[in-house]
């Protein structure tokens, strides 16, 4: 399938994958309170305007914090699990492993919905630290991969020679596993922001009328009232993901993140 | 990993072992309880513990039954034609440079990635009458006026496939690119032509991948939630959609809660199965 | 100087013992080959005394201090891995300081130690680079300093030049074998390179299936094979069956062979096993009856094959000696004195 054809093919594919992000980006530019594409009297009055109106930064910093805090979160529970089934494995490991992605595979409902009677039982609904934890434990599996992934590329010799040379477990594990699995952890973290800034249903149910995030301003501005600055906010989080995506594409290796080979490097 | 001792110390287990415990299992036995618990009649709270099964008998009236189905049909209309179309997709992605196959990736990510609420709102706007297709038809005097085609079930389904298709395409990836490149170069020397190997070789060896893929597509599809309000008319709503509703607008937990262990269990059942496949593609 | 000796050393994976029953005795600052085919039980036996394999039984001892239950990192031992194991997230000259760093030396000492380090193996001014920036002679260098840069009580290297190219490989054996004689580190490499344990070795020992079969100077080895395994693997022997008449005569095929005084008997009389390097096969007036199969110049010397009752046996001459036979002619065989050795089979 190396032929013309092919390569015709997934570039029809990829137009009509970018085709309405294009349309939300010229829709973004329109000068005056309206949705048309081709924008009309283009200016970038509504970039600006995200970050004056009061009732799009609200949302605006609750997303950036809630997708900072959670992602931390996600990463600090999937290291040591990633760690312990790396360098112990068995069956409490695998019950962990498995505990730690099935939030991932099920329907993200079931997930919001139990997270919500949750904390209502706890009588933290509708606080935005429920929000943090909500999404920080549904995001785990993404570091849980991608730390994972950079722990079976490493060496065993790298492990033995760290030890004749001197260093205790603790040491081996922060002079050169840590290191080692860094651009790993680091992915995984940039891969739990990205998705808990976009995630909407979650953060929704936990805490949806009183702490709202982008997400939720934008499904509550499709309903009542459309403005340019949804247009806006799409653009931001589309270049968002492509920055993020596209530095680890570049410093990382992204085919073998998304499980292309099976090679061992380092 | 020496041959003494294990690299890591015991009780780094422990850290994520209770968080998970306390963050993931309590919550779904909570969400076991209330899915028996009676429902309040006064309104105010939501409910107060005990056991009935009345919601359970709710779940499997007619009305959910209805909504169920449609949930499924639409959700299977969108795993197969997002994996028929990720397929030969992934094929060719996976032959390409590993640059080529980086940007790509990037973009894919970058959509995945995108809130379905953005998705929503971009597919609305491309179907739009204001923007997008209509105008540009009206342009080309192809029709009349511009026209909107949202909401409509070719809205949702455009939708659901813009936001599955990434999502197959990145499931078919590891197995596509792990196929031995040799075998479908065999084919190739021995005069069959592109099309021929990638239905008599490739599809075959992909067999069991192509129906893993499926099936977690599937229960992708069926967790969508926003585009079907966004997209869809309300007889298209998904269960996602009912259950939410049930729990944050008309205070029935109880019910919203029934339908989610249903829903729960379709979904593990479903998962399994795609597990199950794939393992005995590697046995095989 | 430390002595390294192993008492009953015995390491169990399953049903196979990699390494069995082994008792050694190792003096202090020589330099030891570990000899013998693949699988034979080397890198376990490296990784035993190294702590990273515990032992089924049996005992380790180092200067004379019991080893056996000491972790790996408080054994001060030096080990240079296979793969060489450098760490790609460090420099060069954090890779060699690496252990310094471990122990809490402070930074600008540690600093002048891997200059000093890197410059014994002739990296002077590399410290800075990274190891993917490095061919691959200069990295077994660099893992050859960062194993010494404790002043290791040993010196444990798993086929360390075995990566390399022949001319490489060659120059380096030099080296290591000039910088251990420098340092005096007993040091323990394990090959499955005859020659190179030849070249570097003060004692060799042979390995086969985790027994030593025979520890010894190379040259001692060389010439004097324990049996006929350790004779067929040390360089290239004739290996022929006969049987031992009494003390100095052997019967092979038929023909009769004096003995002569240099020439030694390992066995009792009874059927034996006769061993003759290639260099020393002559041909003289009378002895075994052979002819000629094949002749291979190898430019340095000349190898002629020959048949002697069904058996293959080579010769080795010089270019100067070199007899005027050609392919089919019929020789006899004699062998030089003290080229024989008389082996149980
Ligand atoms: N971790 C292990 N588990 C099971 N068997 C092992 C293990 N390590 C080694 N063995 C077995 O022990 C025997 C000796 O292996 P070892 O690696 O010591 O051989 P070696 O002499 O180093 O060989 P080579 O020259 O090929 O490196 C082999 O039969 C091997 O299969
Ligand atoms: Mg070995």
């Known amino acids: 399938m190396r032929s013309r054809l092919g390569a015709f093919y997934v570039a029809v594919l990829m137009l009509l994958l970018v085709l309405p992000l294009v349309v939300v980006g010229g829709v973004s530019l329109n000068g005056g309170q309206n949705l048309r594409f081709p924008p009309q009297d283009a200016s970038f009055r509504w970039y600006g305007e995200l970050f004056r109106a009061a009732d799009w930064t609200g949302p605006l910093r609750n997303s950036l914090v809630i997708a900072a805090v959670a992602a931390l979160i996600a990463v600090a529970v999937a290291l040591p699990l990633a760690l312990h089934a790396w360098g112990r494995g068995g069956a409490l490991s695998r019950v962990l492993y498995t505990l730690g992605v099935a939030p991932f595979m099920l329907p993200p409902v079931i997930t919001a919905l139990g997270f919500l009677v949750f904390w209502v039982a706890l009588g933290m609904y509708g606080q935005m630290a429920a929000t943090i934890l909500s999404h920080g434990i549904f995001l785990v599996t993404l570091p849980l991969v991608t730390t994972s992934l950079g722990l079976q590329g490493i060496d065993p010799a790298l492990l033995e020679a760290a030890r004749t040379m001197g260093a205790t477990r603790g040491q081996v594990l922060r002079t050169v596993v840590l290191p080692l699995a860094l651009p790993y952890i680091i992915s995984g973290y940039a891969f739990a922001f990205v998705l808990s800034l976009n995630e909407y249903i979650i953060a929704y149910m936990v805490a949806g009328f009183t702490v709202e995030t982008l997400p939720i301003k934008i499904f509550n501005s499709l309903r009542y009232g459309y403005s340019p600055i949804m247009g806006v906010v799409s653009v931001l989080f589309v270049g968002l993901a492509i920055l993020v995506y596209g530095a680890i594409g570049i410093f990382g290796n992204l085919p073998r993140l998304l499980g292309a080979e099976q090679v061992r490097e380092g | 990993m020496s041959g003494r001792d294990a690299a890591t110390p015991t009780w780094l287990g422990l850290i994520p072992g209770v968080v998970l415990a306390a963050l993931f299992l309590v919550p779904f036995g909570i969400m076991l309880a209330v899915s028996v618990a009676l429902r309040d009649p006064s309104g105010s709270g939501f409910y107060t513990w005990g056991f009935e099964l009345q919601s359970y008998a709710r779940v499997f009236t007619f009305f959910v039954g209805r909504i169920l189905f449609v949930s499924m049909t639409i959700a299977a209309g969108a795993a197969v034609i997002s994996v028929a179309l990720a397929l030969p997709f992934t094929v060719i992605l996976a032959q390409m440079s590993r640059r080529a196959q980086t940007v790509i990736l990037v973009i894919l990510l970058s959509v995945l990635s995108l809130s379905e609420v953005i998705i929503g709102f971009s597919v609305s706007t491309l179907l739009s009458q204001t923007a997008g297709v209509g105008n540009l038809l009206a342009l080309l005097r192809i029709t009349e006026q511009p026209r909107a085609y949202t909401p409509s079930l070719f809205a949702l389904m455009t939708g659901l496939c813009y936001l599955t298709f990434p999502y197959s395409v990145l499931v078919l990836y590891p197995p596509v690119a792990r196929l031995d490149p040799e075998l479908v170069e065999a084919s190739r020397t021995m005069g069959a032509s592109p099309l021929r190997t ?87 | ?190 090959t499955h390179d005859q020659k190179e344990a030849l070249t570097m070795a003060d004692v060799v020992i042979v390995m086969d299936q985790g027994r030593v079969q025979q520890m010894g100077a190379p040259m001692e080895v060389y010439r004097n094979p324990a049996n006929a395994f350790v004779a067929g693997f040390i360089g290239t022997s004739n290996l022929l069956p006969g049987r031992l008449l009494d003390t100095s005569t052997l019967d092979i095929s038929g023909q009769r062979l004096a003995l002569g005084p240099g020439d030694r008997v390992k066995c009792p009389p009874g059927p034996a096993i006769l061993s003759v390097r290639p260099e020393d096969v002559r041909f003289g007036p009378d002895g075994l009856p052979a002819h000629v199969t094949f002749i291979r110049d190898l430019g340095e010397s000349v190898q002629i094959i020959l048949d002697h009752a069904g058996q293959e046996v080579t010769a080795l001459f010089s270019p100067r000696e070199r007899p005027e036979v050609a392919i089919g002619h019929a020789v006899t065989l004699t062998f030089a004195p003290g080229g024989c050795v008389v082996l149980a089979p």
Request: charged share 20%.
């Open chain 2, 198 to 284: 990638f239905f008599g070789v490739t599809v075959p060896l992909l067999r069991a991948p192509i129906l893993g893929a499926l099936i977690l597509v599937f229960v992708f599809a069926l967790g969508s939630y926003l585009l079907p309000q966004v997209l869809g008319r309300p007889e298209h709503w998904t269960l996602s959609v009912h259950i939410t509703d049930q729990a944050v607008y008309q205070s029935n937990l109880p019910f919203a809660a029934a339908m989610a262990v249903v829903l729960l269990l379709a979904a593990l059942a479903l998962v399994g199965l795609a597990l199950l496949v794939a393992r005995e593609r590697r046995a095989a």
């Open chain 3, 1 to 190: 100087m430390h002595d390294l000796s192993l008492r009953g050393l015995t390491k169990r994976f399953g049903s196979v013992a990699a390494v069995d029953d082994l008792t050694l005795d190792i003096p202090g600052g020589k330099f030891i080959c570990l000899l013998g085919p693949s699988g034979c039980g080397k890198t376990t036996l490296l990784r035993l005394v190294a702590g990273l394999e515990e032992p089924t039984a049996g005992r380790i001892l180092v200067g004379g201090q019991d080893q056996t239950d000491t972790p790996t990192h408080r054994r001060n031992f030096g080990m240079v891995f296979q793969s060489l194991a450098l760490f790609p997230h460090l420099s060069v000259g954090d890779n060699v300081a690496y252990p310094l760093a471990i122990r809490g030396t402070p930074r600008a000492q540690r600093r002048a130690r891997a200059e000093e380090l890197l410059a014994l193996v002739q990296l002077p001014g590399m410290a800075d680079r990274r190891v993917h920036q490095l061919s691959g002679g200069q990295r077994q260098r660099v893992a050859i300093a960062r194993g010494l840069a404790i002043d290791p009580r040993l010196f444990l290297l798993d086929e360390p030049l075995s990566a390399l190219d022949a001319n490489l490989r060659e120059h380096m054996q030099i080296e290591l074998r000039q910088l251990q004689t420098r340092l005096g580190v007993t040091t323990v490499v394990v």
